[in-house]
């Protein structure tokens, strides 16, 4: 049965009031020690936050750029109730000298369009942390700031012994640079580059599984196309909404074609009509010798399946495709490589498969 749809994302104080309540119930029907614990140096927490509700009473938000004990208390001797890693965001409850009373929202956001999905599930603390590195909408440079950390992020999960989870780390930074500072010159490329290492990050886990070479593209796993389509919803004229768009058709190719015609048809017509629709795309000399390869395959293809009429309309269509190339993007690295595909066309040295003259 389909469940009824809720509004995405979900915010940590939407959860504030029931985990607290939780909390104390908890308490009186188990009386589990550690939540007892939680509770009997917190016990006014549930009550703040109803009461700010009834008042009005907003709370600021920031993003850690560093990881950061949470405590029961503003003391670096009372007990640990956990870290909260980079990226990730916490509500600013109340502050006591060098320390901030937060709640920090530990889940990992899935997007997408299908009302069926639910975030992954995490975790919401209460406690409180040393009030360094949290960056909010008001922090003086914080994009840059925010933006900074997730390069430094992306830069160590490059290494060989870098930092664990900094990948992810990057994903969620970038993100909130996009979400926190809507205006920043650095926010389209903020959400593009949150969008994509999410993409990489499921990309390559799609592809090493056994459907990734089913022929259909819709038999084996499918990336999350939610954040791309946000980046194009949020900033549809920019360079970054045609890159967003030309990873997409990644969802829409085949596994394997098989040896079939079907596929690499499909496939270059995808690649032409997104040149056609997004003609300035930093991408549209990738997408056009895309579709110039597979014109090409298809002139084998089409031999063994004995249509030696679309064979040859196969031929006179790659080697279009690479003139185009040449003409439009001659500075590419793709031109260099259009002008070799052209010669192996007409020269009639197969592209694809293993045949041999």
């Not at 029907?29 to 614990?37: C, T, V």
């Not at 045609?242 to 085949?254: G, R, T, V, Y």
Request: proline share 5%; hydrophobic share 35%.
């Amino acid at each position: 049965m389909r469940r009824a749809p809720r509004t995405r994302p979900r915010h940590p104080l939407d959860r504030i009031r029931v985990a607290g309540w939780l909390r104390l119930a908890s308490c009186a029907f188990f009386g589990h020690h550690r939540i007892m614990q939680r509770v009997q140096l917190s016990l006014f927490f549930p009550l703040l936050i109803l009461g700010s509700f009834a008042s009005g009473a907003t709370f600021e938000r920031g993003a850690m750029i560093r990881e950061a004990t949470i405590y029961v208390s503003p003391d670096a001797k009372s007990a640990k109730l956990g870290l909260i890693a980079r990226g990730f965001e916490v509500v600013v409850l109340e502050t006591s000298r060098d320390w901030l009373h937060v709640t920090a929202d530990l889940t990992e956001p899935r997007g997408g369009d299908d009302d069926d999905q639910e975030d992954v599930e995490g975790k919401t603390i209460t406690g409180w942390i040393l009030g360094k590195g949290v960056i909010r909408a008001t922090t003086p440079n914080g994009d840059r700031i925010l933006y900074g950390e997730a390069i430094d992020s992306e830069d160590q999960a490059s290494r060989r012994r870098g930092r664990k989870g900094a990948a992810r780390d990057a994903t969620r930074l970038y993100g909130r640079v996009a979400e926190y500072f809507p205006s920043s010159p650095l926010a389209a490329e903020a959400l593009y580059r949150s969008a994509d290492d999410q993409w990489q990050i499921e990309k390559d886990q799609i592809s090493s599984r056994p459907s990734a070479r089913e022929n259909e593209a819709y038999m084996r796993g499918q990336m999350d196309e939610h954040g791309f389509k946000e980046v194009i919803k949020k900033f549809p004229a920019t360079k970054w909404a045609d890159l967003a768009a030309f990873h997409i058709l990644d969802n829409k190719l085949c596994g394997d074609w098989q040896g079939a015609s079907k596929c690499p048809n499909k496939e270059a017509d995808l690649y032409e009509k997104y040149v056609a629709d997004r003609p300035q795309s930093p991408s549209a000399a990738e997408a056009l010798y895309n579709a110039a390869w597979r014109r090409s395959a298809l002139i084998e293809i089409y031999k063994t399946e004995a249509e030696p009429k679309k064979s040859a309309e196969a031929k006179g269509a790659a080697a279009d495709l690479c003139r185009r190339i040449l003409e439009k993007y001659p500075q590419s690295d793709y031109a260099d490589r259009a002008q070799r595909l052209l010669y192996l066309v007409e020269q009639e040295i197969p592209t694809y498969g293993n045949a041999e003259e």
